[in-house]
């Protein structure tokens, strides 16, 4: 079966800072091929985390991709609400 799949870089906000990079792995895995995982926590001055966010990388076909927006996008999850959009950085392959 040869479905066209591209490399799409999303953006994922709104996490609890309690989710891991295999949380998500898992969790985006079902919908592509998770290729990288990068998890950021930003905190204030006294180091309380106020906003993680993470950029998943994967290999997804266009239906796929929808399918996995339509599902995740604005659900509630580990005590967040995902914000999922493509990231705008294009992306060269190395």
């Known amino acids: ?7 799409i870089r999303l953006y994922i906000g709104g996490l609890s800072n309690s989710v891991t ?4 792995k898992d969790r985006f895995g079902k919908f ?6 990068e998890l950021r926590t930003k905190r204030d001055e006294e180091g309380v985390p106020f906003k993680t966010f ?3 990388n994967l290999n997804i076909s266009d ?3 929808k399918k996995c ?9 580990k005590g967040g609400t995902l914000q999922i959009e493509t990231a705008k950085e294009s992306f060269l392959h190395r």
């Open 1 to 7: 079966l040869n479905v066209n799949r591209d490399l």
């Open 21 to 24: 990079q295999k949380d998500l």
């Open 32 to 37: 592509g091929d998770v290729q990288d995982v």
């Open 54 to 56: 993470a950029y998943v």
């Open 63 to 65: 239906a796929d991709l």
């Open 69 to 77: 927006l339509t599902v995740l996008n604005k659900s509630k999850w």
